[in-house]
């Protein structure tokens, strides 16, 4: 079970930490995304954190977009992923989903039809 919080009502260039707690799941054994969806806009994937067993851990990947503003974090100990976003614009605004995959190429991390675990969403909007 992934649970997002953090969400809110920001205006153009702030800041908004989102954080993502996991429980069900061996958090270390998992890459960790961040999605998020506009009204009437299909979702679009945001940013991922990769998971270990061998494999370049920790490593990070982000849409175009958002690359320079958005940092994507995880600590394992507390199960948790999070995404400090800085300087936010309005097109930013959407309903943020985390989810969690096994997924092992890069190419995979930015299609949620990887993640077969997904959060409820923490809903972001940010006034101009």
């Known amino acids: 079970q992934l649970q ?3 969400g809110g009502l920001v205006q153009a260039g702030d800041s ?7 429980s069900g799941l061996t958090f270390n054994n998992y890459g960790l995304g961040w999605f998020r969806q506009a ?3 299909e979702r679009e994937f945001v940013a991922a954190i990769t998971w270990g067993s061998g494999r370049p851990y ?4 982000f849409a175009d977009s958002v690359k ?3 940092t994507i974090s ?3 100990a507390k199960n948790t992923v999070y995404l400090q976003m800085n300087s936010l614009k309005p097109e ?3 309903v943020y989903y985390c989810a969690a995959t096994r997924a092992l190429s890069p190419n995979a991390y930015h ?3 990887y993640y077969p675990h997904w959060g409820q969403g923490t809903l972001v909007t940010v006034s101009s």
């Open 4 to 6: 997002a919080s953090g």
């Open 16 to 22: 908004l930490t989102l954080s993502c707690a996991a």
């Open 39 to 41: 009204p009437g806009q």
């Open 58 to 61: 920790g490593r990070t990947y």
């Open 68 to 70: 320079g503003r958005f």
């Open 74 to 76: 995880r600590d394992n």
């Open 92 to 94: 930013d605004t959407g």
């Open 111 to 113: 299609y949620g039809r």
